[in-house]
């Protein structure tokens, strides 16, 4: 999800359910993609990352699934608990060659996890 | 272990002075990015480095911000003079290689009024 202005998209979901956050990219020149989580007070956590030779990526409750052919990235998250509650960010890098280490991020997404 | 520290956490000033904010990346990681964050635009990159060497500054508002790494241990980004404009979250991350997930400090929170 991306944002306009101030407002975040807002994904709200109930504690044990899974989530789902998604992004769009534009660039086709992007080989590596990343997820973080931004709290309040604090900078971006790094949660896992996926190389476009891969369509998916699992960690500890947390899978990313890329799909090159439409541009989109996805993460879920499993058996959403409260401390998931934050900003998640998507990332790709900017392209081949060493000026395309830096990042590109999206607006955000909030995640909300009510008991 | 140490992860990326960045100081000051908080400044407030008045414009038209000079701020100084400063990065010490994790040990052994080759690269370093400056970022600004703001409620309208994001999380930006401003600059990065790759062994101390600028790499991409095209990030960089304008002439009044400079960033400089003397070592591999430390950097900083300068903002002369400063203005309300420049009001945001800045944050420094490094990575140990380009294709590495960057790790993020806690940030300046400035304030120029």
């Known amino acids: 999800g991306e944002s306009v202005g101030l407002h975040l998209p807002t994904l709200s979901v109930q504690e044990g359910d899974n989530s789902i956050i998604n992004c769009a990219y534009s660039?086709?020149?992007?080989?590596?993609f990343i997820w973080y989580k931004q709290e309040s007070g604090k900078g971006p956590q790094f949660i896992i990352d996926?190389?476009?030779?891969?369509d998916k990526r699992q960690g500890q409750r947390v899978t990313v699934l890329l799909n090159k052919t439409v541009k989109h990235l996805s993460l879920q998250i499993a058996a959403t608990q409260p401390g998931d509650s934050a900003v998640y960010f998507c990332?790709?890098?900017?392209?081949?060659?060493?000026?395309?280490?830096?990042?590109?991020f999206g607006k955000g997404t909030s995640l909300l996890v009510t008991p | 272990d140490a992860g990326v520290i960045q100081s000051p956490r908080h400044e407030v000033t008045e414009m038209g002075q000079e701020v100084t904010l400063r990065c010490k990346p994790i040990s052994g990681h080759d690269y370093l990015f400056w970022y600004r964050q703001t409620m309208m635009r994001g999380l930006e990159l401003l600059i990065y480095?790759?062994?101390?060497?600028?790499?991409?500054d095209s990030g960089m508002p304008e002439d009044r911000f400079s960033a400089k790494m003397p070592n591999a241990s430390f950097s900083t980004l300068k903002i002369q003079p400063s203005e309300p404009r420049d009001s945001a979250v800045y944050f420094c991350?490094?990575?140990?290689?380009?294709?590495?997930?960057?790790?993020f400090g806690d940030g300046t929170r400035l304030s120029i009024l």
């Open positions: 991350a490094s990575s140990l290689t380009g294709l590495q997930p960057q790790h």
């Open positions: 660039n086709s020149a992007s080989d590596y």
């Open positions: 996926i190389r476009s030779n891969m």
């Open positions: 480095f790759n062994n101390n060497v600028p790499i991409d």
């Open positions: 990332a790709e890098n900017r392209g081949a060659g060493n000026s395309g280490y830096a990042l590109n």
